[in-house]
């Protein structure tokens, strides 16, 4: 599983970001989507696998509010669903 996801992660593309932040009703800023873009590349094992406490805590600092809920709370359905 995790070959697919490293598979899919080396492919991803912040237009696809975008897409996915649209189709869940969130409007990004361009800094943010470049912000989200970079931390799923650098630390989607760590997301995936580990303690990611620091990364939200980074995250919430670079993210409007209303941003960071939905990315926590993306997070957490597809969390559960891994």
Same mark, same amino acid.
């Given at each position: 599983?995790?070959?697919? %996801?490293?598979? $899919?992660? @080396? !492919? +991803?593309? &912040? ?11 969130? /409007? *990004? ?10 931390? %799923?590349?650098? $630390?989607? @094992? !760590? +997301?995936? &696998? ?11 600092? /670079? *993210? ?13 359905? $597809?969390?559960?669903?891994?």
């Amino acid at each position: 599983m995790k070959f697919v %996801i490293r598979k $899919y992660i @080396e !492919t +991803l593309t &912040e237009k696809e970001i975008e897409e996915f932040a649209i189709k869940e009703g969130i /409007k *990004l800023l361009d800094e943010e989507k470049k912000v989200i873009y970079l931390y %799923i590349k650098n $630390y989607w @094992e !760590t +997301l995936l &696998e580990e303690d990611s406490t620091f990364i939200f805590e980074e995250l919430k600092e /670079k *993210l409007q509010p209303k941003t960071y809920e939905k990315v926590i709370e993306l997070y957490n359905k $597809y969390k559960k669903k891994n």
